[in-house]
């Protein structure tokens, strides 16, 4: 324990972001990966776990990709409105010489037939079919295996599962798929003065907010959050929440007790909780920078500072790079990202990653980002405010108006 | 019928997106919302009903911002590490002068006190503490009231909530929230060529693949899908079907069956089933163009491409416009857009509003548009080798390379 203490007081070290986000992945295994299989309506927005791979061709064979007449491009070399063009409309299943087949979007081509024409460009007449335009062998056809060919990778494994893919999935006759299960993430705030959202506050109480920005965050990435409540700040409390979290959960986040003073107790709690304990404790970053990382019986935890704005700054940084990976992704999941100028400049320290809220609107082509002011890290407004962070690496002391920024977006931008 | 089977008639005349848009849009009444009480964790991502204003204030009262001591600032004028100024510990429920009290992040501020001085810039010694700082009135201190104040509008009606909304929330103590009910979206596809994914395919039948992609853009959009199945090419068949749809739904979508070709059915068999039916047949775009837009007993029907492309497009232009529209949102809710440079010249159609399929990638702050390339709109994997779209306004004949352009996103950009 003396190391660790030694380590917290004053956080006379601070680590990188990433190279806390190196120590702490290099601490513990993921093992083998859970996995499930959902019918394909269910998989929205789940990670593929496995590769697939086209079985068939798609298209299966030929087929009109308008409705018109199949026919031989070579017939109607010279054909125009002015010299139109007579075919001989068949309904065999061969398309023969001067022949043409009516054809319907999707159906197959017939065979000796290797163009449709339009039905815009013909006129039928009885038997007998007037052409007014010339084709090229091919045309209006979807050749077969021309979207996907058999033995071609369809979607990759740790992909997040949209709509489209999962229409290509459905084309190619799959109606359940292999995916990564939800980790579970349990999620223990502390703090004496915290009280549930909806009873009766005490004086001096606040209502909690971190598990449900913290939960909810996790649902959108595809994991489970699992609720353990508010622990009182004391070790017991504290210890035995986090214990039952390690048992039922494949992480731990906590919100509350990171920082240096006397009931910041989580960080110590943790690291008595078993081997290798805490791995970074105090991070080069704003806001967040009280957080802390720790690996306890190969299962991982995130400590957080309790203000709200600095625990969804440290999810970002850090939960969310470690539920892509518990999610079997290749490399940590973007958020939606975009170029847009900077309209007043920013401060930010030097030697600190700075997260910078700010709200990105954009008129037609132009994108503009302003920064969202808050005095303090507990400020939550300053996110609902905001549609995007800016953030300012360590060796800049600050950004200037009018720069160019890339904007990490947790909601669309605007249209002024 | 006369009417509409002379206007479907080869498309004489296409209507433009946005005038489709308005006359579908004026031609029904949405009436009175559906409004359900949820659960603060169970809202994420659905629509707030109604505007919430802050009952209290947020935070209730000053607090700490920081770990320190609770003191006067006008007690530390001069302090320095040079000049250390010595205050007196108290432990009583108020500060007096050059006293400071022991607070810890979160803590009320003691009457009397108006800043708190950081652990970092003091030495407690005894029941004395050294100061080694200057500090401002209201330094480190939350006030009351600065996150949001009482009265004030916290989250307007229309929004989709997000886990900061829901922070926000929860911080206010509230425990459930009115959302928008999910609007439900009845989901008809056509064609004798469908069978469903799962079964063995007969010679010249191809896998469903429009109601996999359109249920679940409706998911994503917190509106519920219910899966109609699959009409073959026959009026009374897709009749049924849309009739059902009209009973159990509060729109419907079809798809397939709406071009100017014989077995293209589904406008005219829509129009059959009430007034005023028919709206729009044929609009100025790319894919899509021949969409349908119909009104029946006040209810929309969007009448869809088959063509797994053109149906997307379809749903962008217009399905996602009216489950914004059911949901209570003011306008169209955007998807994420981004600023790009595209990388290669694209050809157009003038007279047409053209949805052109992109790949964006990003190398810092420079985001690309690789155009991806497709032969028909029956081409799903353009979909899923694509990460948005670019829309080429119906003024202009294509985009040049090395233009900037607006691309609407459905999946993040990937740094390369």
Redesign the interface.
């Known amino acids: 324990m003396g190391k660790v203490l030694v380590r917290l007081k004053?956080f006379q070290k601070l680590t990188s972001v990433e190279e806390a986000l190196r120590l702490w992945f290099h601490a513990f295994q993921t093992g083998e990966r859970r996995i499930v299989n959902v019918l394909?309506?269910e998989a929205?927005?789940r990670v593929l776990a496995e590769d697939v791979v086209a079985q068939e061709d798609?298209?299966?064979?030929d087929r009109a990709?308008?409705?018109g007449y199949a026919l031989k491009a070579e017939d109607t070399v010279g054909a125009s409105q002015f010299k139109p063009l007579r075919l001989q409309l068949t309904v065999g299943l061969e398309v023969s010489s001067k022949q043409a087949k009516q054809v319907?979007?999707?159906?197959?081509i017939p065979k000796g037939a290797d163009a449709v024409v339009m039905?815009?460009n013909v006129k039928a007449l009885g038997d007998t079919l007037e052409v007014y335009v010339q084709l090229v062998p091919g045309e209006n056809v979807?050749?077969k295996g021309?979207?996907?060919k058999k033995g071609e990778l369809?979607?990759k494994a740790g992909t997040?599962l949209?709509?489209?893919?999962?229409?290509?999935?459905?084309?190619?006759?799959?109606?359940?798929v292999k995916v990564a299960a939800k980790p579970r993430i349990a999620i223990v705030a502390t703090?004496n003065?915290l009280t549930?959202?909806?009873s009766v506050?005490l004086e001096?109480q606040?209502?909690?907010?971190?598990r449900?920005?913290?939960?909810?965050?996790c649902?959108?990435l595809d994991a489970e959050p699992l609720d353990l409540g508010i622990a009182k700040d004391e070790a017991r409390d504290i210890a035995e929440r986090v214990s039952l979290g390690l048992k039922v959960g494949d992480a731990v986040i906590t919100t509350g007790g990171t920082?240096?003073?006397?009931?910041?107790l989580v960080p110590e709690v943790v690291n008595n909780l078993g081997k290798p304990g805490i791995i970074v404790h105090g991070v080069a970053m704003r806001p967040a920078m009280p957080t802390a990382l720790a690996v306890v019986e190969n299962k991982p935890i995130a400590i957080l500072s309790?203000?709200?704005v600095a625990a969804?700054v440290g999810f970002e940084a850090f939960a969310r790079p470690l539920i892509s990976r518990l999610l079997g992704m290749e490399k940590t999941?973007?958020?939606?990202?975009?170029?847009?100028t900077l309209t007043r400049k920013v401060v930010t320290a030097l030697g600190r990653k700075t997260y910078v809220r700010v709200k990105v609107t954009?008129e037609?082509?132009?994108?503009y980002a302003e920064p969202v002011s808050a005095?303090?890290s507990?400020?939550?407004?300053t996110?609902?405010r905001s549609n995007g962070f800016v953030i300012v690496p360590e060796n800049r002391e600050g950004l200037v108006a009018g720069e160019?920024?890339?904007v990490y977006?947790?909601?669309?931008?605007?249209?002024k």
């Open positions: 004053g394909l309506r929205l927005n798609l298209p299966r064979f990709a308008v409705d319907w979007t999707g159906n197959p039905l815009e979807s050749r021309e979207d996907i369809a979607v997040r949209n709509p489209y893919h999962l229409g290509l999935l459905a084309g190619l006759g799959l109606s359940e703090g003065e549930e959202a909806g506050l001096n606040v209502f909690e907010t971190n449900t920005m913290l939960s909810t965050l649902s959108e920082s240096v003073g006397g009931l910041d309790g203000n709200p969804v999941e973007p958020r939606p990202a975009l170029k847009a954009h037609g082509n132009e994108f005095r303090g507990g400020t939550i407004t996110m609902t160019t920024v890339t977006m947790f909601r669309p931008a605007e249209e």
